[in-house]
């Protein structure tokens, strides 16, 4: 069982990115995933999670912003990042579950957002 996250990178404020999280050996729709994130010197603070019956959570600090969405077919679960600001800049990771307890976490992609 394997997550992969990946997408992350350097982009100016008010630009955009997605983030993917394929997994392997084991179906995502079988399982709820979220998207966390970890500032240097801060938390880790869920920021999204779709669940297996296609419910959708965003953090209000994302809402409006950030789309989470998965294929399925691709085994894959994606998280698009729109008018992305300084503060959004951190590790992002992908979990089979919506909390810190989640099974199963991907290794982390990183997210700067800078001028």
């Known amino acids: 069982v394997q997550l992969q996250a990946s997408g992350g990178g350097l982009v100016q404020p008010g630009g955009s990115l997605r983030l993917s999280c394929a997994a392997s050996g084991f179906r995502l729709d079988y399982y709820a995933i979220g998207w966390f994130r970890q500032a240097p010197g801060k938390e880790r603070e869920g920021v999204s999670c779709i669940g297996g019956d296609g419910s959708i959570y965003y953090a209000f600090s994302v809402k409006g912003r950030f789309t989470i969405s998965r294929d399925n077919a691709k085994n894959t679960v994606y998280l698009q990042m729109n008018s992305l600001k300084p503060e959004d800049t951190a590790v992002y990771y992908c979990?089979?579950?919506?909390?810190?307890?989640?099974?199963?976490w991907g290794q982390g992609t990183q997210v700067t957002v800078s001028s």
């Open positions: 979990a089979t579950g919506c909390t810190d307890y989640a099974d199963y």
